[in-house]
């Protein structure tokens, strides 16, 4: 059924299915939109899979000095905490200062058209970009991810598609991969990315 008719952001839910129903919302309003207007509700569905495999892969990453890009309410970030990693910081042009208050943490608000424009400056350990790349326009991912990396030499990438395949652009390689299934057999990937050669 359509959600066509709704009046309000899709209840926040643990249906992995609510994943259409942001589609819909996608398609109706655009991406930033339905964020700039929806964001501080949007709750992530598939939180107990992605803190699992951040769990079962932490210690392979340098998390030592982390920023987690599109960070949302700090669904990560929150992870990270609980690890007991302490170095992180935030970035979401959408959900700044829910951030905040959900995490204790700073945060910046950076869109992708900023990084495109190389306001992302800083050295950090690692990248973690969890249930967001994807959203990124397809023209735009290869110059969006080369700003990442400009700050960083480890990009995680958390998804539950098969995009973004970094591993297609030219000078990037896919260190590590893992995965798991959610209940209903959606499969929810970690990617781990580093370029062959590190900026200068
Ligand atoms: C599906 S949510 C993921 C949030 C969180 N990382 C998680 O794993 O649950 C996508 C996030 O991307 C952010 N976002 C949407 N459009 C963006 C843009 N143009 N630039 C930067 N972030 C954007 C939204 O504010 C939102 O927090």
């Known amino acids: 059924m359509s959600n066509r008719k709704q009046t309000g952001p899709p209840e926040p839910s643990n249906d992995p299915g609510n994943s259409r129903a942001i589609r819909d919302w996608y398609q109706d309003l655009g991406i930033d939109e339905y964020y700039r207007r929806h964001g501080k509700q949007y709750q992530n569905p598939h939180l107990p899979w992605i803190q699992a495999l951040i769990e079962r892969n932490h210690a392979r990453l340098d998390l030592s000095h ?34 905040q208050q959900q995490s204790g943490l700073d945060c910046l608000a950076w869109s992708f058209e900023d990084l495109l424009q190389g306001k992302l400056t800083g050295n950090y350990s690692c990248i973690i970009s969890s249930f967001a790349l994807h959203l990124c326009p397809r023209d735009q991912l290869a110059p969006l991810v080369w700003q990442l990396f400009n700050c960083t030499s480890q990009l995680v990438i958390v998804t539950p598609h098969k995009r973004p395949e970094l591993e297609l652009i030219e000078g990037i390689e896919l260190s590590f991969t893992d995965q798991v299934l959610t209940q209903r057999g959606k499969r929810i990937r970690l990617k781990v990315y580093r370029p062959l050669m590190p900026p200068e």
Do not use: A, N
Not at 82 to 94: E, F, N
């Open 66 to 99: 982390c920023l987690d890009f599109c960070c949302g309410r700090g669904e990560v970030s929150k992870i990270l905490l609980q690890l007991g990693y302490r170095q992180i910081i935030g970035c979401d042009p959408y959900t700044q200062s829910l951030y």
